[in-house]
């Protein structure tokens, strides 16, 4: 089966610094990623779309210098929030799809990023 | 815009019973459709999708769902609830770019 591997899945940072998440699709090539943001009981907000080798597509509002998306291999995007405040705390989900022709999306098991 | 919405916040039904998750979907042309679950601090785990083909879409865990056009409506379905189904439902769109576009949720409580 498909497997996204995402890392890590608790991070605890302080106000200001930075933090990069991961996510790797262990057994599949994955061309484009997707993140999603989740707020406590809420619905999963797409924030980007990730392609290997191009700059990532952020939907609407979403602060591209704030949150760095970078896919440089077929195996890995990475999610780097900088200068991080308490806002920016909730729950990160990316995606990959295996197979475009299938629609078989894959998700990590989420992040968990609590600025303080 | 295109969406899907899911009416009901909380369902809760008892163990042993039939479950119905709504979802009825405001999409053009054909849509692509789809049913996950979510499981405190976890990813989705994906239930089923409809693409094409048969209305009547059977998934993981023993879940199905019908596509009905008439309705716009893809309501995810359950012959008889298990505990261990209390989860997260979420009904999804496929848009352009095979971006996933989610609904609101719906939290599901099986009682024993």
């Known amino acids: 089966g498909a497997v996204v591997s995402q890392h890590p899945s608790r991070v605890i940072c302080k106000s200001g610094t930075s933090v990069k998440i991961e996510c790797r699709s262990l057994d599949f090539q994955a061309t484009t990623m997707f993140w999603y943001r989740q707020f406590p009981k809420q619905s999963l907000m797409l924030m980007a779309t990730s392609n290997e080798g191009s700059k990532a597509t952020y939907e609407q509002g979403v602060e591209k210098d704030k949150f760095l998306i970078n896919h440089a291999s077929l195996t890995l995007s990475t999610l780097t929030v900088t200068s991080a405040h308490p806002e920016d705390s909730s729950f990160y989900i990316c995606s990959a799809i295996k197979d475009a022709s299938s629609y078989g999306y894959t998700f990590g098991s989420g992040t968990r990023l609590t600025v303080v | 815009a295109q969406s899907v919405a899911q009416p009901e916040d909380q369902v809760n039904v008892a163990e042993g019973n039939p479950l119905t998750v709504k979802c009825t979907y405001s999409?053009?042309?054909?849509?692509?459709l789809f049913w996950y679950v979510q499981y405190p601090n976890r990813g989705l785990q994906f239930l089923l999708k409809?693409?094409?083909?048969?209305?009547l879409v059977k998934g993981s865990y023993g879940f199905e769902a019908e596509f009905n056009k008439s309705q716009t409506s893809f309501h995810l379905k359950k012959p008889s609830a298990l505990v261990s189904d209390s989860a997260l439902y979420f009904c999804?769109?496929?848009?352009?770019?095979?971006?996933?576009?989610f609904g609101a949720g719906t939290i599901l409580r099986v009682k024993s």
């Open positions: 409809y693409i094409t083909g048969d209305n």
């Open positions: 999409v053009s042309g054909n849509p692509y």
């Open positions: 999804a769109f496929m848009e352009y770019g095979n971006k996933l576009v």
